[in-house]
Every structure is written in structure tokens, then in C-alpha cells.
């Protein structure tokens, strides 16, 4: 299965861009990059995915390398509301089945 | 469209007892995923449900099972719980048949085993 690194955490000021970064060097090449944060133990929430191009929608853009190893999740304008932990995950096809596989996560402080 | 829901939200039991979480995807998704959260470990896989049918599992013990009814609402039991168990349980739903789908969670069920 294909493992992801992220840093463990990560501070920005409010009203600038977060670039939250993500290895996943053994990613192959049908596998997607996923997403999500989850903020004071709720459920995970979806933010975005890619495979190969980049992805943007309303709430963030996803940078994928040439070679795919890595990525990198833009928050173009961070709030205070956006603090959270982030989790980039590789859904990873195994036994004619997909599942994700979390990481240990960016934890994100958005400061005032 | 309503959310991905699960019940109870806050649970208690002892050492020993068992505990059934419930879970309703969301309105047309058919498979249906376990997670299990703690802070030393994270969230990991237990299991997913699709079509009634266990497509996929985690490495965890017996003592957790799961089942998926003919409306895609699922449920999990753990038996015997230990003090390990302690966790928040979180389950997700997709539509369950594309290369590229994409997971929403739940709120989860918090449980405490004391």
C-alpha cells in the first residue's frame, strides 16, 4: 500500500496562502491523491483529489508533480476556521478493492 | 442531501461488555467503511460494506465485526471490549462501484470503555 509523509505540523498567518506538502513516493499510477481535514475530532471532511493534472474547486488546489510523488495542497486564503488537522491520502487499490490510507496528518494553526 | 449519520454519538461500557455502533450512508451509496481513530494509532481501516457483502478488511482482531443491511445502513460490534478499545469510530460512505470515488465520513461515535 502506498505510504504518505507529511510534516507534522504547520503554522500560517490568517489571510495568507497554506501550502501543506505530501509525499507518496510509492504511489502508482492509478492511484488518486486524496485530501481531507478534520477539525476538534469531528468527521474527516473532503476537500479535493487528483491523479495526474491539477485540481482546483472552491475550497482549495491540489499540485501534483510530474512523477507523481508528491503533492501539495494550496488553502489560497486561510482563516481562522481553517485550522485543522490535514490528511493526504493515497487510495490504494488492493485484493480488487480500494481503501484509504491515512497518515499521521499536517496539523494546521491558522493565526490571527 | 442528508449527511452520512451515525448513532449513538457518545458511548460508556465496561471491560467485557459488547457495544453495536450504527451507521446510515448517505442516500444511494451502497458501500459503506469502518474506521477506528485513537490518538496513538490514527485512523485506521476496520473494514468496508458493499452490497451486504464484506469487500474489505483491516487487520483487527475478531472481536470487531460488521454487517450491511439491504438499505446500505450498516453496523459494527465490537465483543469483549477492552480498555484498548477506547476510540472514535467513524464511518464513511461512497457509491461504491467507480475508480474514482471519493469518501464522505460521518460525525462518528465516541466510546469509552472504562
Known amino acids: 500500500d502506498a505510504k504518505t509523509t507529511q510534516p507534522t505540523s504547520m503554522d500560517c498567518a490568517e489571510g495568507r496562502a497554506a501550502n501543506l506538502p505530501c509525499n507518496h513516493s510509492?504511489?502508482?499510477?492509478?492511484?488518486?491523491v486524496y485530501w481531507y481535514r478534520q477539525i476538534h475530532s469531528q468527521g474527516p471532511q473532503y476537500i479535493i483529489h487528483g491523479l495526474k493534472n491539477n485540481e482546483t474547486n472552491e475550497m482549495a488546489s491540489l499540485i501534483i508533480t510530474e512523477d507523481r510523488k508528491s503533492s501539495t495542497l494550496i488553502l489560497p486564503h486561510a482563516t481562522l476556521r481553517d485550522t485543522a488537522v490535514y490528511y493526504c491520502i493515497v487510495r490504494s487499490y488492493t485484493s480488487g478493492t480500494y481503501k484509504y490510507i491515512f497518515g499521521t496528518g499536517t496539523r494546521l494553526k491558522v493565526l490571527a | 442531501k442528508a449527511g452520512v449519520t451515525q448513532t449513538p454519538r457518545y458511548l460508556i461500557k465496561t471491560r467485557g461488555q459488547q457495544v453495536t455502533l450504527s451507521c446510515s450512508p448517505i442516500s444511494g451509496h451502497r458501500s459503506v467503511s469502518w474506521y477506528q481513530q485513537t490518538p496513538g494509532q490514527g485512523l485506521q481501516f476496520l473494514f468496508e460494506y458493499f452490497s451486504e457483502t464484506q469487500r474489505n478488511k483491516g487487520n483487527f482482531p475478531g472481536r470487531f465485526s460488521g454487517r450491511q443491511f439491504s438499505n446500505s445502513r450498516s453496523e459494527m460490534n465490537v465483543s469483549t471490549l477492552e480498555l484498548g478499545d477506547s476510540a472514535l469510530y467513524l464511518c464513511?460512505?461512497?457509491?461504491?462501484?467507480?475508480?474514482?470515488?471519493?469518501?464522505?465520513f460521518g460525525p462518528g461515535t465516541r466510546l469509552l470503555v472504562l
Open positions: 464513511a460512505s461512497s457509491v461504491g462501484l467507480t475508480n474514482q470515488e471519493t469518501q464522505y
Open positions: 510509492t504511489i502508482s499510477g492509478n492511484e488518486y
